[in-house]
């Protein structure tokens, strides 16, 4: 019993960690396929006056299990629109790893994704 009791705290320390990691982990997961979807979206609306908002608004929505209205989730596309050139789209979402009240790591999560603009 003695043992036990001092392995458990341990143990559930690993516990906690490894499900707050994987959460971290499905967060970026989820970015990275978001921020995919836009960079397909702005490289073949090159003729779109409205570029721009179509691919944050494509981001946003194919974020999955993130929330779109948090504060913090930031979307920067870049490109000079000239057919063959590069739009990079790149997102940045705020994100918490707590393990126990001790907060780890950084404070947010970014992704970046390049296409050609077609």
Known sequence: MTELALITPVLLLILFAIVQFGIAFHNYVALTDAVRAGARTAAVSRQSPTRVPDTIAKVKSASGDLDPSKPGFDVTV????VHGDDVV????????????GIPLGPDHI???????VE
């Open 89 to 100: 789209v790149k997102a940045k979402y705020p994100l918490s790893i707590n393990l126990l």
């Open 110 to 116: 970014t992704s970046t994704s390049t296409e050609r």
């Open 78 to 81: 870049a490109s000079d629109w």
